[in-house]
């Protein structure tokens, strides 16, 4: 942000999209050092998208829930661990946990952040906007 807020700013546009997790937007006890990290995260983007949303510089957020990519994979092998059990039924609790009954993949992160970007987006503007199929309590929480 600080590269590239001034140039920004001088030049009377622009959009930043920061992609910070949904444990910023919700409590977990798992992942709570993550939380208040992602929280922080949040707190400064809507810190910034005031300060410098009268120079027509937008600042938003996506907070991702699980998305189908490596660090996932990761994170259910780590979940299955301390849960005791084995890593198919953690994807099962996984995906238990969001009503859609699926996991996002990454291409559905990326067009939202593309969307963002875009001129389509102008008006919005200090967001913070999950994309995690309305999963409101933690996998590790389960």
């Keep these: 942000v600080r590269a590239v807020i001034e140039h920004m700013r001088e030049r009377g546009e622009g959009s930043i999209v920061l992609v910070v997790g949904n444990d910023g937007l ?7 050092t993550a939380g208040v990290a992602n929280a922080a995260d949040i707190n400064f983007a809507s810190s910034v998208a005031e300060q410098y949303g009268r120079y027509g510089v937008r600042i938003n957020t996506v907070n991702p829930g699980p998305v189908n990519t ?20 953690a994807h ?33 503007n200090g967001a913070h906007i999950p994309i995690d199929g309305a999963q409101r309590k933690a996998l590790m929480d389960i």
């Design 92 to 124: 099962e609790l996984a995906i238990s946990s969001i009503p859609f009954h699926r996991i996002c993949e990454p291409q559905e992160v990326a067009s939202l952040v593309v969307f963002l970007a875009s001129p389509r987006a102008a008006f919005i």
């Design 70 to 89: 490596d660090r996932w994979d990761g994170l259910e092998k780590a979940f299955a661990r301390d849960k005791k059990v084995d890593q198919a039924r």
């Design 26 to 32: 919700k409590p977990s006890y798992w992942e709570m």
